[in-house]
């Protein structure tokens, strides 16, 4: 049975033309697949010639375009992925909303798109959640993934940047991403992004050059690739979603930010709730040998990944070289727990968010 919804015409100064009929109650809200599930409404606006136009919201649907739409040709397009979390009163709150906006502007700004102003993005995605509230799961990793989305509209063949764009704000209830520890393997065959590529931007081919390399991975029983720089094939980046960790003895290790992977919100989170806890904490170039010592030496206590869509991911394994490093029992390591707790903690305002994190927008 679908709810039948009384939706008002504009809110918060936005157009809106609602779904006359919710699929909310179509949906098993305790077994939600992640990703495949979209609420009622989207977020729409067109940047014409420069120009931003009215965003407006409207039922969640497919687009009108043609083949030769700049964006599936030569693939400007770039995106982002935050959350939305249900306060125990109920009430929607974001992650760090403000830094999503930020990021998006940076990507586009590599990838020669328009600004998306605050005004856009912010409100606009504020009042589409406002609307869509009831699709917010419960849960204790249930969340509103919001994808926001800025692609290049211009019909023409020939490689040059678009004239005119569109924004797209769509969401889906989420639960967990990974639900078991997770399995990574390194490899000097592929690499992800190059000093001066686009490697710190969300845009979409970066993820579309990374899926041959993680198909191959997930072939042999890992989950994602564990991606090594593309100079010396050593250094450790990331992973396909998330950044990664490692905790060697008592000091928690980190790659460093070199404009090649991505600057992860909740990876910028965690070093923050690591420096005010005391922990000894170490942006740095990480080699895949000085991993593989340190597990020779029973030093590798911990390792985990950390992404809007996982939160903290433990590691459970890292192949390289033809041989597996197995990580501790996910009951023994002590970083990753107390990160995990605290982050959702925050998150869900269970703990007091001492950082001005969570926002109404
Ligand atoms: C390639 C990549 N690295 C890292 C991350 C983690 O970033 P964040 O913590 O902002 O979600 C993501 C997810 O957005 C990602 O796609």
Same mark, same amino acid.
């Given at each position: 049975?679908?709810?039948?919804?009384?939706?008002?015409?504009?809110?918060?100064?936005?157009?809106?033309?609602?779904?006359?009929?919710?699929?909310?109650?179509?949906?098993?809200?305790?077994?939600?697949?992640?990703?495949?599930?979209?609420?009622?409404?989207?977020?729409?606006?067109?940047?014409?010639?420069?120009?931003?136009?009215?965003?407006?919201?409207?039922?969640?649907?497919?687009?009108?375009?043609?083949?030769?739409?700049?964006?599936?040709?030569?693939?400007?397009?770039?995106?982002?992925?935050?959350?939305?979390?249900?306060?125990?009163?109920?009430?929607?709150?974001?992650?760090?909303?403000?830094?999503?906006?930020?990021?998006?502007?940076?990507?586009?700004?590599?990838?020669?798109?328009?600004?998306?102003? @605050?005004?856009?993005?912010?409100?606009?995605?504020?009042?589409?959640?406002?609307?869509?509230?009831?699709?917010?799961?419960?849960?204790?990793?249930?969340?509103?993934?919001?994808?926001?989305?800025?692609?290049?509209?211009?019909?023409?063949?020939?490689?040059?940047?678009?004239?005119?764009?569109?924004?797209?704000?769509?969401?889906?209830?989420?639960?967990?991403?990974?639900?078991?520890?997770?399995?990574?393997?390194?490899?000097? @065959?592929?690499?992800?992004?190059?000093?001066?590529?686009?490697?710190?931007?969300?845009?979409?081919?970066?993820?579309?050059?990374?899926?041959?390399?993680?198909?191959?991975?997930?072939?042999?029983?890992?989950?994602?690739?564990?991606?090594?720089?593309?100079?010396?094939?050593?250094?450790?980046?990331?992973?396909?979603?998330?950044?990664?960790?490692?905790?060697?003895?008592?000091?928690?290790?980190?790659?460093?930010?070199?404009?090649?992977?991505?600057?992860?919100?909740?990876?910028?989170?965690?070093?923050?709730?690591?420096?005010?806890?005391?922990?000894?904490?170490?942006?740095?170039?990480?080699?895949?040998?000085?991993?593989?010592?340190?597990?020779?030496?029973?030093?590798?206590?911990?390792?985990?990944?950390?992404?809007?869509?996982?939160?903290?991911?433990?590691?459970?394994?890292?192949?390289?070289?033809?041989?597996?490093?197995?990580?501790?029992?996910?009951?023994?390591?002590?970083?990753?727990?107390?990160?995990?707790?605290?982050?959702?903690?925050?998150?869900?305002?269970?703990?007091?968010?001492?950082?001005?994190?969570?926002?109404?927008?």
């Amino acid at each position: 049975m679908n709810t039948i919804l009384d939706t008002p015409q504009s809110l918060n100064g936005i157009s809106i033309t609602g779904v006359t009929n919710s699929r909310l109650s179509t949906i098993d809200m305790d077994n939600i697949p992640f990703g495949r599930i979209f609420s009622d409404h989207m977020l729409v606006a067109d940047c014409i010639d420069g120009e931003w136009q009215a965003p407006e919201i409207v039922p969640y649907g497919a687009l009108n375009f043609t083949p030769a739409m700049s964006a599936l040709n030569y693939g400007q397009s770039i995106f982002e992925g935050m959350k939305a979390y249900k306060r125990p009163d109920g009430a929607p709150v974001f992650f760090r909303i403000m830094d999503n906006h930020k990021r998006m502007n940076l990507s586009a700004t590599r990838m020669c798109m328009p600004q998306i102003p @605050e005004s856009i993005f912010i409100n606009g995605i504020k009042t589409l959640i406002e609307l869509d509230r009831q699709w917010l799961p419960s849960g204790d990793q249930g969340a509103l993934y919001v994808r926001p989305l800025l692609f290049a509209t211009d019909d023409y063949i020939g490689v040059k940047s678009s004239d005119n764009y569109k924004f797209v704000v769509f969401t889906c209830p989420v639960g967990a991403y990974y639900t078991k520890p997770v399995n990574l393997l390194a490899t000097k @065959e592929f690499v992800r992004a190059s000093v001066g590529g686009t490697g710190a931007a969300k845009a979409a081919g970066n993820y579309a050059a990374a899926m041959m390399p993680d198909k191959m991975a997930k072939s042999k029983g890992y989950n994602n690739i564990l991606w090594l720089d593309g100079k010396d094939h050593q250094y450790i980046e990331e992973c396909g979603t998330m950044n990664v960790f490692f905790v060697i003895g008592d000091t928690v290790l980190t790659p460093r930010l070199t404009g090649t992977i991505l600057q992860g919100i909740t990876r910028n989170s965690v070093l923050r709730l690591l420096k005010d806890n005391g922990y000894k904490v170490e942006e740095r170039p990480i080699s895949i040998y000085e991993i593989e010592a340190a597990y020779n030496e029973g030093m590798l206590r911990d390792a985990f990944g950390t992404g809007t869509a996982a939160s903290i991911a433990p590691i459970n394994k890292i192949g390289f070289a033809g041989k597996d490093m197995q990580l501790p029992d996910v009951a023994d390591r002590k970083v990753s727990t107390w990160l995990s707790d605290t982050l959702n903690g925050i998150k869900y305002g269970q703990i007091t968010d001492p950082y001005g994190w969570m926002s109404e927008a």
